[in-house]
């Protein structure tokens, strides 16, 4: 499946100019249990994947590595089910937060940042 060019998705023109996207027209997007605060992966997303997003209520995402949209469950059951959405102050980050059916990353763990933590030997 090839990407949405950012100038033929249906994204609504004022959001669309506030996107900072890289070279290859993607944002990074945080998705965050909505209730809890939880940090539960980080996805890509051009305007079209944003736009299905913000339209459907449920989190679209480009795959970098399959070239292709993904809605977030439709494979695995594992559903993020939109609350709200919001762009960080400079426009290059999604926050999407989410209520979270089952695991979030693609290991079968809630969260993608589960991994034992980095040591830490600065100030404290």
Do not use: I
Not at 16 to 36: E, F, H, K
Not at 65 to 77: I, L, N, P
């Amino acid at each position: 499946m090839t990407r949405v060019p950012a100038d033929s998705s249906a994204l609504d023109p004022a959001v669309a100019a506030r996107l900072s996207r890289n070279r290859d027209g993607l944002v990074p997007a945080v998705a965050q249990q909505y209730d809890t605060g939880e940090v539960l992966m980080l996805g890509w997303m051009d305007d079209e994947a944003l736009h299905r997003t913000l339209t459907t209520g449920r989190c679209t995402y480009w795959s970098r590595s399959r070239g292709a949209y993904w809605v977030k469950g439709d494979t695995s059951g594992h559903v993020q089910h939109v609350k709200s959405v919001a762009l960080d102050c400079d426009g290059d980050t999604v926050l999407v937060r989410v209520d979270q059916t089952g695991a979030a990353c693609h290991t079968g763990d809630r969260t993608c940042f589960d991994a034992a933590q980095l040591p830490v030997t600065g100030e404290k």
